[in-house]
């Protein structure tokens, strides 16, 4: 145990809370949320995010007192970057944060922020801590160690992934580096400056989101001339070169954010970037097509007559989480309902008055239901769903001719149930 170095860890979402739990083995940690039922719960042993076991220990303290930041003398700062209804990025969250570290910063504090932003950002922080009188560089350091925690990813946490690590200064480099070692499995990646461990980062989710926009590019283009696209790119990955992506919906925090954040400022430096928007455009209309070809679906298989029912399977942003922020789902149900029709949401991990709130969804649609359906959309690929069978999922359909999109290929394309007319992007 150090006793020297005491940490605050400023939010505790996906990416706060491992980082204060791995920590607390070393060193005493100081969890602060400004959300006091999330704190109750911490403290109860209870992630309502069901990601990770919490252990209870006389290192690790949680709080929504803002004023216990000031028992800390190395500040990590973990809270959201989103972006806005205009897609303009939203940093209210981070520049809350840092007011409050300005409000109990002391000679010889460290604070190092993990919140994905744009090249500047972080810098442009100093400013507002500098309002406590005391100047980076010399009275305190200012870093930057970029998140890579995967929601619902066991294998690559925090202490078994590569940490990208830059500071304001050599001294404050050098501290960053040795505290966050100590709990890695591997060394930090130490960037030369700030700037350019912030570009790693937003470029990371940058090429995912290109990527998969152009596999599902393809999957529209296969689509018309009645190739699967699975198929397709399992035969292309047989190349020792030929990068694996697969089509699907693009939600999250990160993924179907981070490209506005380098956006912005490339607008801000008067440069426009084609292949990142492009990529973006497409990724946010995909939903859009997946409930247009379902809408097409069900006419062409006779399902025209009177209001035709779907139910998908899956709510969240991604497969074997509960979150249902920015999921990309929702584009999928409304533009179903936009067509007039009808839709039912399971998805065992999520909350549904949740999603009621959230999105404005109606009860009706989690109801348990002897109604069949007419259409079955697949559109997250839990565990849960994976174990089932053809069998399975016929139990919801009707037995005239039906369609069902499985939009991650988690069932055979054979034998399947002769009434069932299978899609696959």
């Known amino acids: 145990m150090n006793s020297d170095t005491v940490i605050s860890v400023i939010g505790l979402g996906y990416v706060g809370l491992p980082i204060a739990l791995s920590f607390a083995k070393h060193f005493k940690v100081i ?28 290192n690790l303290q949680f709080t929504s007192d803002r004023v216990n930041i000031r028992n800390a003398n190395f500040h990590i700062v973990c809270v959201p970057t989103p972006v806005d209804e205009a897609k303009k990025p939203d940093l209210s969250f981070l520049e809350s944060a840092t007011m409050k570290i300005t409000d109990y910063i002391k000679p010889g504090d460290t604070v190092v922020y993990e919140s994905t932003v744009w090249p500047g950002v972080t810098r442009d922080q100093i400013a507002t801590l500098e309002l406590s009188g005391l100047t980076c560089g ?17 294998k690559h946490t925090l202490e078994n992934i590569v940490k990208l690590v830059a500071g304001s200064d050599d001294r404050t480099t050098a501290r960053i580096v040795s505290i966050y070692e100590s709990v890695l499995h591997h060394p930090v990646y130490v960037c ?63 993924i179907g954010v981070d490209p506005y954040y380098l956006t912005h400022l490339a607008a801000k430096v008067n440069y426009t970037p084609q292949m990142i928007l492009s990529g973006r455009r497409i990724n946010d209309e995909y939903g859009v097509y997946i409930a247009r070809e379902m809408a097409k679906a069900l006419i062409r298989y006779g399902a025209n007559n009177g209001k035709p029912t779907i139910t998908i399977f899956g709510f969240s942003f991604k497969a074997n989480v509960s979150d249902i ?24 991990l999520c909350d549904a008055i949740e999603i009621i709130r959230e999105y404005g969804i109606q009860y009706e649609v989690f109801e348990e239901s002897k109604e069949l359906s007419d259409g079955i959309i697949i559109a997250v690929d839990h565990d849960i769903f994976r174990e089932k069978d053809w069998s399975y999922y016929d139990k919801f359909l009707k037995q005239s001719s039906v369609a069902l999109m499985d939009l ?13 007319n299978l899609w696959r992007p």
């Not at 969890?31 to 076991?53: A, P, V």
């Not at 010399?138 to 066991?154: L, M």
């Not at 991650?408 to 069932?420: D, F």
């Open 408 to 420: 991650h290929g988690i069932l055979p394309r054979r034998p399947r149930p002769e009434h069932i």
């Open 325 to 348: 922020r920015n999921t990309r789902v929702i584009d999928i149900y409304r533009e179903l309902k936009d067509h007039g029709i009808n839709v039912k949401i399971i998805d065992p």
């Open 138 to 154: 010399i009275d305190f350091g200012v870093g930057y160690s970029p998140e890579r925690i995967n929601p619902g990813d066991t």
């Open 31 to 58: 969890g602060y949320d400004t959300n006091e039922k999330r704190i109750t719960e911490l403290r109860n042993g209870i992630d309502r995010n069901k990601e990770l076991s919490i252990y209870l220990n006389d």
């Open 192 to 254: 030369s400056s700030i700037e350019v461990a912030e570009a790693a980062k937003i470029i990371e989710n940058i090429q995912r989101d290109v990527n998969i926009a152009l596999v599902n590019e393809l999957s529209m283009l296969f689509n018309r001339i009645d190739l699967d696209t699975r198929e397709v790119l399992e035969a292309a990955g047989t190349k020792w070169n030929f990068l694996k992506f697969w089509p699907g919906l693009v939600g999250g925090h990160c």
